[in-house]
Nanobody, 127 residues
Framework: VQLQASGGGLVQVGDSLRLSCAAS????????TGWFRQAPGKEREFVAA????????YYVDSVKGRFTIFRDNARSTVYLQMNSLNIEDTAVYYC?????????????????????WGQGTQVTVSS
């Protein structure tokens, strides 16, 4: 499956942004999909993941209550709605997909679980 991420940009603290990740190549509905981010000089960090079976979604603590991951299977697109952005959210955001469904947060948060990656979209939050 091929993934195309978009929606990044330059925003101010407190603003909102919605990232999109469009999938093509294979039926999308059974995949787990996630968002990771990587700030300069730091390792790639898990942000959120979603799939069709319970519990359905995981979030890293730093974005809980501010970010929402959701997907439109008819459009083969997964979204990351980001509200109340702060400086620490500045990073390149990557979407990823896996044919395996995570059963734990640790599984969902590891990059090794995801075989398919998008190209990344830059999010910059300024004060």
């Amino acid at each position: 499956v091929q993934l195309q991420a978009s929606g990044g940009g330059l925003v101010q603290v407190g603003d909102s942004l919605r990232l999109s990740c469009a999938a093509s190549g294979r039926p999308f509905g059974n995949y787990a999909t996630g968002w990771f981010r990587q700030a300069p000089g730091k390792e790639r960090e898990f942000v959120a993941a979603i799939w069709w079976r319970e519990p359905g979604a995981y979030y890293v603590d730093s974005v809980k209550g501010r970010f929402t991951i959701f997907r439109d299977n008819a459009r083969s697109t997964v979204y990351l709605q980001m509200n109340s952005l702060n400086i620490e959210d500045t990073a390149v955001y990557y979407c990823a997909a896996s044919e395996n469904l995570p059963t734990t947060f640790a599984a969902a948060a590891t990059t090794q679980m995801y075989a398919y990656w998008g190209q990344g979209t830059q999010v910059t939050v300024s004060s």
